[in-house]
């Protein structure tokens, strides 16, 4: 069995803030089907807050459950306007976002 790689992209490309604004303004689903990509989350996934809009240029983390230490990276890759997206590796029930984490973004 081959170990787990943490591996920490520190330079991203990000796309220009007119063209995040632009697309920002025709929601996730309609951005989703112009580009023909695929990997649908499921309906289960929601905003907890409705009537609020988000878009900037995506980092992200795909993490171990309950260990947090790729999401610490990202942070520090993190600049403004950008959105920390994160997932695990399989399905948990970990706290894997706190107050610590909030406070650094």
Do not use: K, W, Y
Not at 5 to 21: A, F, L, N, S, Y
Not at 44 to 72: C, E, F, K, W, Y
Not at 75 to 102: I, K, Q, R, Y
């Amino acid at each position: 069995m081959t170990p787990a790689r943490h591996v920490v992209v520190r330079t991203i490309e990000r796309p220009d803030r007119r063209t995040v604004d632009a697309l920002g303004e025709l929601g996730t689903a309609t951005v989703h089907e112009a580009i023909g990509r695929r990997g649908f989350a499921g309906p289960h996934l929601r905003p907890i807050q409705q009537g609020v809009r988000l878009a900037g240029a995506a980092v992200t983390v795909s993490s171990h459950p309950g260990d947090n230490l790729m999401i610490h990276a990202a942070v520090e890759v993190c600049e403004e306007g950008d959105v920390l997206v994160v997932t695990n590796t399989a399905p948990s029930t970990h706290g894997m976002f706190g107050e610590l984490l909030a406070t650094s973004l």
